[in-house]
């Protein structure tokens, strides 16, 4: 997740910046940069490097100068490998740009950008947008010099740019703009991933995490998607996306340091459940495909190898990562073809696996360091068999070891139940069936998949709007004895998953099934005192979860179904019923189990438990 601070001001401006991404490296880079505007007409200084704030802070000690204003970045890979070239802020002429987020077009206005003679360094979206504003900017002029402008005319240059690259640039993001020649002012544009600002009498600060804001002042604004703001000292403009002036009020923030790294939320797992649209989105961007390469994959020769002549996968994991590699089997099986095991790692390495010349490995694990799961990675290597890993946390055990590493961008998880590294992990693994079965030849649609695949931030944002009805819907679960939750199809791992957090948070009785296994033994659970969160997105077997709800109604079970607004056939079979966003089928495992999640987070709540550390837990498990 990337970091983004901005300052004008009369402060010691790199100290300012640096100090703003100090405090945002929790959410984890791989790269971090400054560009420094000075009073004078000197040219504005970039400094970028690889690795930590605090090798950015030492290359910075050496340098003079007196400077206005400043933006500054803390990069997690996504468009290009951790490089120098790689990291922000980038430059197009007069313009300076550091970004979040995903450009889903970016190909698309690369090569347009290209054709007018465009030449770009690096491997990243946010060269491209920084190219676009500028190529935008230089248009508006008409042949007039920049300097000769008034200052409105120069501010209005910026924002018609602004708006224009608004209109062609398709994605979920935000920017942050300094443009050389108009000392004293930023700009910048949120389209869905956070902004936040804030000014005193002679300073303006902006920040991508109001914690980089936090020892400056207490009073700011919560720029919402679609704003684009002008700032300078002491003012700041905001603008929808045609330019039309709107009102931002304040937020006073008066939080002690617990509260603050949990971002206004009373949970870190409150928290990380409304970072599932901006986690997703980092994990996906960068990796969505070209007609030609397929996904962008970090190491493309080795994701080659990899999967070259493959003919059977397991899957290793533990856990909530288990129910990832479940439902990963669905998209592997019907889009690749290929048979896929799915074992827990605490039995795969007792059970003799046995493994073919083109066996395939793959372990799923959010901190890389999961006893079981690392031990059964070692089984593989051991038997000379080709391993990838789905993991979190960089540099990780289970990320070195792996032959291949597909990394998830969930940065930071506190909360011990984990929430959106899963969500992460359903992303990073139907890309991956993906591209597979681009590779294989066994999904002719493949292009149309990884479109519907980029639109999951956004169908999440969407979800997370009915957060209160979810939340409120999971106290009221504290009447009941005994709680069920069913799905068929890939509803049936995320029913797993959905017990899973309220056995782990609430302690309440919970259970996953299959809906059509319940007449096989756990229809025997059932009576006034059960709930059943019946999970039927409509799809092929929809009809078959609707006779299983049957079942549950005439033996008095209370039924809350999670399904799409247009299912009249299931609604009127539900006592209570949650409508999400219709969604194609390999989409619908990341958007069903927002609502689990926050309805298990209600009911803790509602039971008084401690959310963020359930007792007996540990957010990783480091021994057998």
Known sequence: MCGIVGYVGPKNVSEVLIGGLERLEYRGYDSAGVALMPHSKEDVLIKRCVGRVSALKDALKSVTGDFAQGIAHTRWAT????????????????????????????????????????????????????????????KLLAGRDFESLSLPEKISNVLESLKIGTQKVEGHYAILVMVAGLEGHLFGVQAGAPLVAGKLTDSLYIGSDLQALLPHLSDMHFLPAKTIFAGQINHLDFYDFDLKKKEIPMSRIDWSPDKIAKGGFDHFMLKEIFEQPSVVADTLSGRLPTEELGFLWDDLEKHKDLWKNVDRLHFVACGTAYYAALTAKYFFEKWARIPVEVDLASEFRYRNPVFTQNTVVGVVSQSGETADTLA?????????VKTFAVCNVPGSSISREANVNYQTKAGPEIGVASTKAFSTQLAILSALAQDVARMRGTLVNWQNEAESLARVPLLLEQ?????????????????????????????????LEGALKIKEISYRHAEGYAAGELKHGPIALIDSSTCAIVLNPKDDVSAKTLSNLQEIKARSGWIIGLGVEKHDAFRKECNEYLALPEADWALSPMLYVVPLQLMAYGLAKQLGCDIDKPRNLAKSVTVE
């Open 463 to 495: 979800v997370l709007t009915q957060s209160k009805t979810y939340l409120d819907m999971g106290a009221s679960l504290e009447r009941f004895k005994t709680i069920l939750v069913v799905g068929r199809g890939l509803m049936y791992p995320i029913s």
């Open 79 to 138: 468009h290009g490998v951790p490089s120098e070239v790689n990291a922000h802020p980038h430059k197009a002429g007069r313009t300076f740009l550091v970004h979040n987020g995903i450009i889903e077009n970016y190909l698309e206005i690369k090569e347009e950008l290209q054709r007018q003679g465009q030449e770009f360094e690096s491997q990243t979206d946010t060269e491209v947008f920084a190219h676009l504003i500028e190529n935008i900017r230089y």
């Open 376 to 384: 059964a990675l070692r089984l593989a290597l051991d038997e000379k």
